[in-house]
């Protein structure tokens, strides 16, 4: 039973689960349908900025662009894969600047039911923070709720893989400020080398 036990636990720790396997090439913003702010004339859904930090870096209180990973000229780009445009640039994502009035990324939901904002890094890395920030000017600070961020693999060929990990970000992201959205860590391979260990033991009995 003991090495039944330990052998449960050891294969566990062997299949990585959500957040657990691989490094993140994608992270992908989703407005929940219907659930774009209420600012203008219609529903919006808008980001100031997107930042994305190794699992070794504890960002800055404020943009951190001397280690934010989704910046464009740490090699990052972003773009629009779903919703329409109500005004900002696809740039305006990774530029390193929570952006004021209309350089704001932000897509019309009234329009498309959703939109989605997709940051390639570039590359593939061990990112263990993403902040997602509201436009800086106090403005429609109610485009920016309810949504989702899901970190993404590379699939082997530069293209979107499989989901590393999801978010759900439910309500409004506090005025002029940032959601913070932090990975599982990977289980240590002294944890693993311990169970292997153990389980080399239970069989030499
Ligand atoms: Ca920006």
Known sequence: MMTKGILALATLAATAGPGQSATVRFIEITS??????????????HIGEVEAFLT????????????????????????TTSGTAQHGADAALVNGVA??????????????????ALIDLGGSFDIGTVRVWQRADGCCQDRLRNFTVNLL?????????????????SGQVATNSFATFTTVPEPSTSVLGLLAGLLVIRRRR
């Open 32 to 45: 929940l349908p219907g659930a774009g702010g209420t600012g203008g004339s219609g529903a919006f859904f």
């Open 99 to 116: 952006d004021t009035g209309a350089t704001t990324w932000s897509r019309n939901v009234t329009v498309s039911l959703e939109a989605t």
């Open 153 to 169: 693999e590379d699939d082997g060929s530069g293209q979107v893989g499989q989901m590393v990990e999801s978010f759900i970000h």
């Open 56 to 79: 070794t870096t504890t960002p800055a209180a404020g943009l951190d662009n001397a280690n934010d990973l989704a910046l464009a000229s740490a090699g990052a780009s972003g773009s």
